[in-house]
């Protein structure tokens, strides 16, 4: 039931809008984190340093999904939106936010865009509208974002038993990063994120690997299946989480931080396309320098109309 796939260094020349999204969410979290430090940002903060690829490498499956994001999904939103103007004003609670400044980091709503920094909610609430949608004779694909500690929650496997018993086109994207907040997942879980997506029946695909042309082609048909034959898909990525669960809460030593920073997408970018790759990286940070400044400009919102 389990396909995997391997493999780090990047083997083909990655489109400029790809190297250029990934670029723009990292240097959106970059910002936002210098952001939270000067006390700019209200509430907490996630960032997904480390894990952009995966939203970039699934963009092409979800033009017509609704996608449920996470705690951590800034990178989830631009790889949707490209909407970096749109979330820096939502964190910022500034003029233009995506929510009108109600969601903040961890709760943005958009057309069939929805995230949540409650763990575990996404997956039976993507369920219920993969079955809405099919009731009413217009199935979609249902895309949910979670992470391996999700897996302690008792509603995803409630979910999952309902998704697999339905034929519901859901696909569950693990983004397993081998830590939970604090606590690594090794000693926090039983068995793996297959075995369980086996006890329902439902199909797990594995990928380790950054590679986002790579990663399309594996996982081209398994998608086509998850819509053409109304039924669950589970996809796991072994990624590595480069910076805290939010800010300050890592306990992990200086010596496994720089393995994982060792073994990140953007050295292995850069390695098979220098020029471009320190083009676009020059690129997007004075993009992104330049919406900062002109976010943090705008007026404080107060009451706007949420983006729907």
Same mark, same amino acid.
């Given at each position: 039931?389990?396909?995997s796939?391997? *493999?780090?260094p990047?083997a083909a ?5 790809? #190297? ?5 969410i990292?240097h959106?979290?970059?910002?936002l ?6 006390g +700019?940002?209200?509430g907490?903060?996630h960032t ?9 490498a ?6 017509? +999904?609704?996608?449920l994001?996470n705690?951590?999904g ?10 970096p103007?749109?979330l820096?004003a939502?964190? #910022?609670?500034r003029?233009?936010? !995506?929510c009108? *400044? ?15 920094? !409650?763990?575990?909610e ?5 369920c219920?509208?993969a079955?809405?949608?099919k %009731?009413?004779g217009?199935?979609?694909l ?6 391996d500690?999700?897996?302690? $929650?008792?509603?995803?496997? $409630? ?11 859901? =696909?569950?994207?693990?983004e ?13 879980? +039983?068995?793996?994120v297959?075995?369980?997506a086996?006890?329902f029946?439902?199909?797990? =695909?594995?990928?380790?690997? !950054? ?7 594996r996982?081209?048909d ?6 053409d %034959?109304?039924?669950?898909?589970v !996809?796991?990525?072994?990624? %590595? ?8 809460d ?16 953007a050295?292995y970018?850069?390695l098979?396309?220098?020029e471009?790759f ?22 404080r919102?107060s ?6």
């Amino acid at each position: 039931m389990t396909t995997s796939l391997t *493999g780090t260094p990047i083997a083909a020349t990655v489109p400029d809008e790809d #190297l250029k999204l990934l670029l723009l969410i990292r240097h959106v979290e970059y910002a936002l984190l210098d952001l939270f430090a000067e006390g +700019a940002v209200g509430g907490t903060l996630h960032t997904c340093l480390g894990q952009e690829y995966v939203p970039v490498a699934l963009r092409p499956f979800l033009s017509d +999904a609704f996608v449920l994001s996470n705690h951590r999904g800034h990178g989830h939103y631009l790889a949707h939106y490209e909407d970096p103007v749109g979330l820096l004003a939502e964190v #910022l609670g500034r003029r233009g936010a !995506v929510c009108g *400044g109600r969601g903040g980091s961890q709760h943005i709503y958009r057309d069939r865009f929805l995230s949540t920094g !409650v763990q575990g909610e996404s997956v039976p609430v993507g369920c219920g509208i993969a079955l809405g949608a099919k %009731r009413r004779g217009s199935p979609r694909l249902v895309v949910i974002y979670i992470g391996d500690g999700t897996w302690g $929650e008792g509603s995803v496997y $409630e979910a999952l038993n309902m998704a697999a018993l339905w034929g519901l086109p859901v =696909v569950l994207v693990v983004e397993n990063n081998g830590i939970a907040q604090s606590t690594r997942t090794s000693t926090q879980m +039983a068995g793996t994120v297959c075995g369980r997506a086996a006890g329902f029946g439902i199909e797990h =695909v594995m990928v380790d690997d !950054v590679d986002v042309l790579r990663i399309r082609t594996r996982l081209e048909d398994p998608f086509r299946d998850v819509v053409d %034959r109304q039924r669950p898909l589970v !996809v796991e990525f072994a990624t %590595r989480r480069l910076g805290p669960h939010s800010k300050g809460d890592d306990g992990r030593s200086e010596v496994e931080l720089e393995a994982l920073r060792a073994a990140d997408w953007a050295p292995y970018y850069r390695l098979a396309q220098p020029e471009w790759f320190d083009h676009w990286d020059a690129e997007q940070k004075r993009k992104v320098a330049g919406i900062v400044e002109d976010v943090r400009a705008r007026p404080r919102v107060s009451g706007e109309v949420l983006h729907v």
